[in-house]
């Protein structure tokens, strides 16, 4: 079943509603379609059944944005009950989720918020996404989110964060590069020191999207092309790690679909071009 | 409590609140009020078109701030805005707008319900004619029935797209059935009696009961036309045959 194989090393794109039946239809060569796996959370109807009508034509992965893994409390049953037979029922090649909280005391934000990066919180985490994994019966991959504030107290570089999470759960790293340029911005660090903390052996999926600066944040807003300064990370990610599967995300003003492809067709020349240079080496 | 715990009950707290906060909060807050505002508006699109955006973004604030979001999936908010809009003073003047509303949370809810079964033709037609008062037909789950002192069906037609918001009646009261059909949410009036019809099975009537609601003459002429249509439409998905004399 193709939905069981690991994705290629090649460009995929976020699946969103306005495209769904232009995909269908031409289909295009993409190693991934990745969908947010709150969208699928309903008991039956048409989203589903299109879902239904994707699988087995591309690997699937589902990204959750709701599961609050970085919360002081344990992550949700039912939520996490959803995600699980969701996963059960369609065998994704990958299941992610994010580096980040939203909700406290039974309120949510429904937002990715940034965690303060302490050892407390680490122990907190890497048990969360133990009992997640535990619960799926298979490895997640979690990824490392924008951020627009930083917590006073943190005591451990957002890069050794995310790495430590990977090596002491088991799980993969979804490592988004734009999300590293963002907070490299915002915060004022080396978006290559972060690179240099995640161990490549970890990466199973990169993401890339466009951001939009606002007085003196840059905020990812998923809404824009790719940056020339995401890109040039972004190789330099592939020459560290070398080729993963790497997903174009879009999801506010969405555009036709070509834009989007034609997104994923540069991400695939730069993989194309590591891998030309891995062989000449 | 954890030191984890406390800094993000503060964050939420702050988030939830119209005091003023750091910048980066601030980013975070208006994402937030963003985020479930915009899940308001994609579900009661006739009560912001009836309203307008700028109205409809303030209401949604002040909603957000008194009823927060209790679920990670953005798709489970807003249950409580018909109620919220039915005591919001400065939506007084439209005393239709709660039941536009909760016509549409029935939409969205219909939406993503249960994919049920086909009604049995076959089993029902092996049903003993004498045993017909006691069959009870079951909704199908994506079924949904909205009553209202005010012609919500006709306000919430008027509003989709192409038409210019014009209402067909301008008074009285409607009787809304939604169910879905291939993937898409229909809303449709029906009269009183079937609506209660509808209603007493959906609460487990058997066919005798539920007749036995809305009068003799309109059961008979009912069961004779309107019931076929409903089997057809899928708005009847099944039936059990309850016990004699239960």
């Given amino acids: 079943m193709a939905s069981l194989q690991s994705p290629a090393p090649a460009a995929g794109i976020g699946l969103r509603a306005p495209h769904y039946a232009e995909v269908l239809a031409r289909r295009p060569a993409l190693a991934l379609l990745e969908v947010h796996s709150e969208n699928f959370f309903a008991a039956g109807g048409p989203a589903l059944a299109w879902l239904e009508s994707f ?56 937002d990715l918020l940034p965690l303060p990066y302490t050892e407390e919180a680490l122990d907190n985490f890497v048990a969360h996404v133990d009992a997640v994994q535990e619960r799926l019966g298979r490895p997640i991959l979690v990824e490392n989110v924008s951020s627009y504030m930083r917590f006073a107290h943190s005591t451990i570089p957002e890069g050794q964060f995310v790495a430590e999470v990977a090596r002491r759960s088991g799980c993969g790293v979804l490592l988004d590069v734009n999300n590293i340029w963002v907070n490299s911005v915002n915060h004022g660090f080396d978006p290559g020191e972060f690179l240099a903390a995640i161990d490549p052996a970890t990466v199973r999926e990169i993401h890339l999207a466009g951001f939009e600066a606002q007085d003196s944040l840059l905020i990812d807003t998923h809404s824009r092309e790719v940056t020339g300064d995401v890109w040039s990370l972004y190789r330099d990610a592939i020459g560290r790690m070398g080729p993963r599967p790497t997903l174009i995300e879009w999801d506010a003003d969405i555009p036709a679909l070509d834009v989007l492809l034609a997104e994923a067709r540069k991400a695939d020349a730069i993989l194309d071009a590591a891998r030309a240079a891995e062989r000449a080496a | 409590m954890s030191a984890l715990a ?123 004619a004498e045993a017909y008062p006691r069959i009870r037909f ?26 210019d918001g014009t209402p067909d009646r301008d008074a009285g009261a409607d009787f809304a059935l939604v169910r879905r059909e291939q993937g898409s949410v229909r809303v449709r009036a029906i009269e009183e009696a079937e609506w209660r019809f509808l209603e007493s099975l959906g609460a487990g009537a058997t066919l005798e009961q539920a007749s036995a609601s809305i009068g003799e003459e309109f059961a008979a002429r009912f069961l004779a036309e309107g019931l076929a249509r409903l089997v057809r439409d899928g708005v009847i998905a099944g039936f059990a045959v309850a016990e004699e004399g239960a």
């Fill in chain 1, 55 to 110: 699988r087995g034509l591309y690997p699937l992965s589902f990204h959750g944005v709701g599961l609050s893994l970085g919360s002081s409390e344990a992550p949700d049953a039912a939520h996490l009950a959803k995600l699980a037979s969701l996963v059960e029922r369609f065998e994704p090649a990958l299941v992610s989720e994010h580096v980040c909280w939203s909700s406290a005391s039974g309120r949510h934000s429904n």
């Fill in chain 2, 6 to 128: 406390a800094t993000q009950g503060e964050f939420i707290d702050a988030l939830y609140s119209e005091s003023p906060c750091a910048p980066g909060v601030a980013v975070y807050r208006r994402n937030m009020l963003a985020n479930l505002g915009g899940a308001l508006a994609a579900t009661f699109p006739v009560v912001e078109r009836l309203v307008g955006g700028a109205f409809f973004r303030e209401a949604a604030r002040r909603y957000v701030l008194a009823h927060p979001s209790r679920s990670g999936d953005l798709n489970e908010y807003g249950e409580g805005f018909a109620g919220f809009l039915e005591s919001y003073p400065h939506a007084r003047s439209l005393a239709y707008l709660p039941d536009v509303a909760r016509l549409e949370w029935a939409c969205h809810e219909c939406y993503q319900a249960a994919d049920g079964g086909a009604l049995d033709l076959a089993a029902l037609a092996a049903v003993a």
């Fill in chain 2, 138 to 163: 079951s909704l199908h789950p994506a079924v949904r029935l909205v009553r209202s002192d005010h012609p919500v069906e006709a306000i919430w037609s008027a509003n989709q797209g192409g038409r």
